[in-house]
């Protein structure tokens, strides 16, 4: 009953909007003419050994009219997202990130910001250098044996998609920052006793142990697998699911569609939507009266913060909301998924969901530079002092230089005229 079970999710697994994974690139390309896709006889082929029959319901998944992209492009959109898109932004994010945890470090943990914003960075990295580790991987296989790599099938067979995990933590914490800075301006008296910093830490912490630790547990599912087309003859790697899985499937689905599916993103999103909101209007009013802001209990410092994080938590709202709003999507749309009749789309929106969650956790730095003015003093100090120093050095030259022309040129001009005389 299990194999049954096992062979029938072969079916490329009608994934639930946690965990998401695609198909393996077959061998051979898929027949167009191809109008029924049942399973011939076992007379009709013969198995190879290890493999199980790839079987489909009554069409192609990746084959078949209904599809509204084909699957050509959807291979050619993976090719270029995974082999430059992603790579050039894991350039920009990867080196970006670790320069957030050294500035944070730097300005001090004891301070319950810089912990979070610290903790952000931490969770970000980890999560880019994960995704790139496989998606490099990619590059190379997808274009020589069509199949996964060593290291995805060491990654998936193991238990290590769990890694993935970091990625929900990081909208946890954005979650945290946002609500922590609309307590801070609404109620500023009450943030500095309530709120405190080892507190949150701890909080950081557990989150980081619990939603990846939750993680793993999803990941012991997916299993790498040897299929066989029987109707293309095309042997490929496709991702099925473990016997684990069929005896804990209630708990795994659980946690898979309700908990990482919707309820961290959901939650995540909505929370840091409500109190950015409530902060930009609140900051509005302390900026109103800032001509009695020597009277008022929220220092220009803290303004400048909160306008910082309020960009912070934009940047966050812009690109988690289509991420949730396509897995709402196929909710309500059951062929909008992996092994449905719109295969190829769902992939493909999976990969330009890929870019903006990339996106979101590489650009912070630029905001933090900018409107950040200890992040970019400390910045300077810890990454450019010399170049920094050198300009500024000139500046200061050029500016006494700036003050002393006429004098001196009084000076001078009264001696050439008096050599002149003599």
Not at 15 to 21: A, L, Q, Y
Request: aromatic fraction near 12%; include cysteine.
């Amino acid at each position: 009953m299990a194999e049954d079970n096992k062979e029938q999710d072969i079916n490329l697994n009608s994934h639930s909007p946690g965990f998401v994974t695609g198909r393996g690139n077959t061998t051979k390309p898929w027949p167009e003419n191809v109008t029924s896709t049942a399973a011939p006889s076992s007379q009709n082929f013969t198995l190879p050994e290890g493999c199980v029959v790839l079987q489909f319901e009554d069409f192609i998944p990746w084959d078949n009219q209904d599809n509204l992209i084909s699957a050509e492009f959807e291979q050619f959109f993976h090719r270029v997202v995974t082999g430059w898109v992603l790579p050039m932004i894991f350039l920009i994010g990867g080196p970006t990130n670790v320069m957030n945890m050294v500035v944070f470090y730097k300005l001090g943990l004891k301070e319950r910001i810089n912990v979070c914003l610290f903790s952000l960075s931490l969770a970000d990295e980890l999560y880019m250098i994960r995704n790139m580790l496989l998606d490099g991987e990619q590059i190379y296989t997808q274009f020589t044996t069509g199949k996964y790599g060593p290291l995805a099938q060491f990654v998936i067979n193991n238990n290590l998609l769990g890694f993935v995990g970091f990625t929900w933590v990081s909208q946890i914490i954005s979650a945290i920052i946002a609500s922590e800075r609309c307590f801070c301006i609404v109620s500023p008296l009450h943030s500095q006793t309530v709120l405190k910093t080892r507190t949150t830490a701890i909080f950081i912490a557990t989150c980081f142990i619990v939603v990846v630790g939750l993680c793993f547990v999803v990941a012991t599912r997916y299993r790498v697998m040897c299929v066989y087309d029987p109707i293309s003859g095309a042997v490929t790697d496709a991702i099925g699911s473990s016997e684990f899985y069929f005896q804990h499937q209630k708990f795994i689905d659980y946690l898979d569609s309700v908990v990482y599916g919707i309820t961290i993103p959901g939650a995540a999103l909505v929370t840091v939507t409500l109190t950015t909101i409530v902060t930009a209007v609140k900051l509005r009013q302390v900026v109103a009266k800032r001509a009695d802001m020597s009277s008022s209990k929220i220092s220009a410092r803290e303004v400048a913060i909160t306008r910082m994080l309020i960009c912070n938590s934009i940047l966050f709202i812009v690109c988690v909301f289509p991420i949730s709003f396509f897995r709402w999507v196929r909710f309500f749309v059951p062929e909008l998924n992996s092994g449905r009749r719109y295969h190829n789309t769902y992939l493909t929106a999976f990969w330009v969901l890929d870019v903006v969650a990339y996106i979101n956790s590489s650009f912070n730095f630029f905001i933090y530079y900018k409107m950040g003015s200890r992040y970019r003093e400390t910045f300077k100090e810890l990454f450019c002092k010399r170049r920094c120093l050198g300009n500024q050095t000139i500046g200061n030259t050029r500016e006494q230089e700036s003050h002393q022309p006429v004098p001196s040129i009084t000076r001078t001009s009264n001696i050439s005229t008096s050599s002149g005389e003599a």
